[in-house]
């Protein structure tokens, strides 16, 4: 059972629960009509679709304007950020250049943005 979760809010449903589910390595726990649960052993994320009514008055660039000025950023656990840097970028998202990367807690870490340009931070496991 996840000991801590979060949830995102996103125009783009799918490709937002896509990009989290492959970047961060999460499972599909269960897909609705407004929103998606995505699960790791320890953790859940729930993307709930914004309402159509305030969705489209919110325009997305392409690429991704990021979004850096939020109190919060979501932080997720991975094996390999060079893979998830690659995938990131295949599913429409982006990872700092690895020039841009720092050690935190005996983890090496990167920062990015999703689809809709929200900032995340990857933090790949025990290699410094």
Not at 5 to 12: E, L, T
Not at 21 to 27: D, I, T
Not at 34 to 45: G, I, N, P, T
Not at 62 to 84: G, H, N, S, W
Request: aromatic share 8%; proline share 5%.
């Amino acid at each position: 059972m996840p000991r801590a979760a979060a949830v995102v809010y996103a125009k783009n449903l799918k490709r937002m629960a896509g990009f989290y589910e492959k970047v961060a390595n999460l499972s599909l726990k269960r897909a609705a009509e407004d929103h998606v649960v995505l699960v790791s052993e320890s953790f859940q994320l729930v993307v709930v679709q914004i309402p159509k009514h305030l969705a489209d008055s919110i325009e997305l660039a392409d690429p991704p304007v990021r979004r850096a000025q939020t109190p919060i950023k979501l932080v997720f656990f991975v094996e390999d950020i060079a893979a998830a840097r690659d995938v990131a970028k295949a599913e429409s998202g982006a990872l700092n250049a690895p020039d841009d990367e720092w050690i935190f807690e005996g983890n090496r870490v990167c920062d990015g943005h999703d689809p809709e340009g929200n900032v995340f931070q990857l933090r790949q496991i025990g290699n410094a």
